[in-house]
């Protein structure tokens, strides 16, 4: 992350105080937000639901862009529309509809340039989420910790370094996420559940919302053997279950600090 | 553990090749098998059914022996029964039946003895796995890491300072084991896949099986917080992924060894 943009990246199924987080940073009435649905199987309708919804939340000014095509993606005429936008929203949808359609284009530049060059809020949920990473999760959901119980590609890498899955503990996703980190051990494994997200800030993010986001680092592990076929071994690996008000950093791999000592004194 | 008895804690739907081996370290064909169906909502059926299976595998001599209320598991009968036996096997079901049924009966304090004087095999699968440890899963599928996502209670500690967890994979109960030992620290939570199982010996066990043992410590955790509802706070704890052949050293809360270096160098 350069400038003072920052990435919100949901979970999915965000509830109206993250929305309305977004709508927030992104300006509350001064807002000008620009809706992506191009992960969406019927984009025109998911476009129109999240600015409807913003709208209702208090955004100055809403438009959704049709970006369905890598034609759509390379043409000039999204350049203006997004240079203009304080807040930028991908829904969820196919992932690899994203990284597909926008991945190299024009648009996929100008958004790197654009974060590069702040602010401007980035927000995605659920496939929206997904595709901001270093490296993708495209699917699997095998049980137990195999190779084969995941599948990964190159994501758009607003935030690199970082893998994230989403819808984390209500599809019981931890399986396929400890086997992308045995895999690529590079990559901070970060599980968001629904209705949450974190909010990044220079190294830092912070969770939102009403779950809990969990981290997995493989940095650590002391021995890693992912073969072909059959369960993997990891040995030595940390985890972190955060929710809202934790922080971590990003570049030192550790939570720094908890939720507001409030929530602390009640939580005790 | 104390003598030279042995621990063999399977994670349900055990194969052939992990109910053999518990022949094998039972004696073959000079073995004395008795199988404890109380877990079972047909502990005649169900007892039967793994008496032939260990005949089958070629068990010199198997019966099943009908603990199914406090008043059996209290008279004599039993006694010189499960004092002949070599290996002692628990079959799954409900693990509540277990401690409500044998818990501090004449039984629960022999089996005690037995192991302690040794040497004798107990093994367990599913809910007799459940049952082996200081603390006890008892229910709770909820997802997300919450208070009220796991429910526990006291098991028969035939394996203290370990808090057991099966199905692990098959069912996704790695948010529930995150819970429990996010609440009781000084547990290990130990999730065993279907078909895996781990075998005590000195201070150690060894996974066995073709699924894999998922070791969670929140000893090391620098934060841990748990509210009476919503998410738990647990940071830095270390999570190990084990497959057959991995050893794990209890006291020590830290893997030992990786699989054979054949093995080692198939997977490389």
Redesign the interface.
């Known amino acids: 992350m350069e400038g003072s943009s920052r990435l919100l990246i949901m979970g999915g199924a965000a509830g109206p105080a993250l929305l309305s987080r977004f709508v927030e940073l992104a300006g509350a009435a001064t807002a000008r937000i620009v809706v992506i649905a191009t992960a969406s199987e019927s984009p025109e309708t998911t476009g129109a639901a999240y600015a409807e919804r913003f709208r209702e939340l208090g955004a100055g000014s809403v438009r959704a862009l049709r970006l369905s095509s890598r034609a759509e993606a390379n043409a000039p005429e999204s350049e203006a529309v997004l240079r203009d936008a304080t807040g930028i929203f991908f829904t969820g949808g196919d992932q690899e509809r994203i990284t597909g359609i926008l991945g190299g284009t024009a648009t996929d530049t100008l958004l790197h340039g654009l974060i590069a060059g702040g602010p401007v809020v980035l927000a995605g949920t659920s496939a929206g989420a997904a595709m901001m990473s270093g490296t993708m999760i495209t699917g699997g959901d095998g049980?137990?910790?195999t190779a084969d119980s995941v599948r990964t590609g190159p994501g758009l890498e607003f935030l690199p370094c970082v893998l994230i899955d989403q819808h984390f503990?209500?599809r019981?996703r931890?399986?396929r996420l400890?086997s992308a980190v045995?895999r690529y051990p590079h990559e901070l494994g970060v599980g968001i559940?629904e209705d949450t997200a974190i909010l990044t800030g220079g190294d830092s993010f912070e969770v939102l919302g009403?779950?809990?986001v969990?981290v997995?680092d493989a940095g650590a592990a002391?021995?890693i053997?992912?073969?072909p076929s059959?369960?993997?071994?990891?040995?030595?690996?940390?985890?972190?279950?955060?929710?809202?008000g934790?922080t971590f950093h990003l570049p030192g791999r550790?939570?720094v600090t908890?939720?507001q000592s409030e929530e602390?004194e009640?939580?005790?």
Do not use: F, K, Q
């Open positions: 049980p137990g910790v503990a209500e019981g931890l399986n400890l045995a559940d009403s779950g809990a969990t997995v002391t021995d053997r992912v073969p059959g369960p993997i071994a990891l040995a030595g690996a940390r985890i972190h279950v955060l929710p809202a934790c550790r939570p908890g939720p602390r009640r939580a005790a």
